[in-house]
DNA sequence: CCAGTTACGCTACGGGTCGTAGCGTAAGAG
DNA sequence: CTCTTACGCTACGACCCGTAGCGTAACTGG
């Protein structure tokens, strides 16, 4: 369980007077996955997730401003469950993470989501921050950790040492990962195929030994 | 020019009576994308680019069903600029479309809407046909011929003859494609940082010497 | 030149959503 | 028991949607 940074859902610390419901919170976040499965983001509503969470539209508004921030929360804790098992090697380390973020962007309701609060992150600087630490932050990890695990087993060269050694190493693992997350996000959204085991195959090799070894 | 496969603003063919106006057109167009820059998806409204076209808002509705199909189009003329010149070997030429891509994708009016009508299209088949024919298979022809190109030079392995070899093929270009675009949307949208001559150079060489070249 | 046809601008409208304010009530803290 | 905060409920103005109706403008075929 990962600690809530943007605490719009979170007790505040230390107060007095009723404390809120977190069973309330609970309910609109279920109803907020369940209304995004049925109506798709644009159809969304304020008062329709309230409805079905069966709670007061202005509770709603006392947790979140906006649509945005609340369905990011909704989304969010589905990562949570992104993890990278030791499968012995980097190429398997690949194909089992790379299935698992297929699988996950495989619901109706990450698809939906995901893609909209991005969209609307270019024009609000703290939604992008809060999608940062909520979601991509908790994947990049998972880049940092395959990377050293590689570089254990000799599969991957060492990182250089000193500070431009750490910076090289920083960048590599950014572009690892907008690799990784991209294609897989472009495959299931724009291109409307399956992240399957047979793609994820040609996907990592494609990724260890490059162009050439595709054929 | 390509021609346009969702008439939504082309004339009528051999009808009678007063003609669409073309000028209409392009102003309606240009005042989608200029508002999408000042107030991002989500605040875009009808009324708002009527009124900067120097349009009824009736003239809108006469042209597209709603706020995506209008976005599409609006955006999708800025996609054929994308070009693919042969700068003699493959690593140039991917460099020079990953440039071409991300310059694209880094104007606001591209980035805020594209993601977008993507995630409105997961729920609206229409859409995403629209989004496909207008857009995507536009881009993926580039792939096509920069594999095309490469093989010719000896760079990539031929195609196996026969049903299986073009089967393969297809699947390649279907790969290919969504790593770069994916890569480049990624890091645009999500990581927010740009696509410049030294992330393009990092990115090409992962993708032709694969994970071990990149140390 | 004239009738027929279609597009345009304008106005108006019902319906829906937004986000907030105000109220009485419920639930813990001291 | 009192203080403080959260809750449900209602109501509200503001905004946007998408359409209908009208008179006018533009182009076509006779």
């Known amino acids: 369980m990962v600690a809530r940074m943007h605490d719009s859902t979170s007790p505040r610390k230390g107060r007095t007077g009723r404390p809120r419901s977190?069973?309330?919170d609970r309910a609109i976040l279920d109803a907020t996955r369940a209304?995004?499965?049925?109506l798709g983001w644009g159809k969304l509503t304020m008062g329709e997730v309230a409805a079905r969470a069966g709670v007061a539209k202005t509770t709603l508004y006392r947790r979140w401003a906006n649509k945005n921030e609340l369905v990011v929360d909704a989304v969010a804790v589905l990562f949570d469950e992104l993890e990278l098992p030791d499968r012995g090697c980097l190429k398997s380390d690949i194909e089992g993470v790379v299935l698992q973020f297929g699988a996950l962007l495989a619901r109706p309701e990450t698809k939906t989501a995901l893609m909209a609060v991005v969209a609307e992150s270019t024009t609000d600087n703290a939604l992008r921050e809060r999608i940062r630490s909520a979601i991509v932050d908790r994947q990049k990890r998972l880049v940092v950790l395959g990377r050293?695990?590689?570089?254990?087993r000799g599969e991957l060269p060492p990182d250089s040492p000193g500070?431009?050694?750490?910076?090289?190493a920083t960048q590599a693992v950014g572009l690892i990962f907008d690799v990784i997350?991209?294609?897989i996000v472009h495959r299931t959204l724009v291109s409307s195929e399956p992240v399957d085991p047979a793609?994820?195959?040609s996907?990592?090799?494609?990724l260890l030994t490059g162009l050439v070894g595709l054929g």
């Open 203 to 206: 996907f990592s090799t494609l």
């Open 35 to 38: 209304a995004l499965v049925d």
């Open 163 to 168: 500070a431009e050694g750490a910076l090289a």
């Open 199 to 201: 793609w994820a195959h």
């Open 148 to 152: 050293e695990r590689a570089q254990q």
């Open 181 to 183: 997350a991209g294609a």
């Open 22 to 24: 977190a069973e309330a």
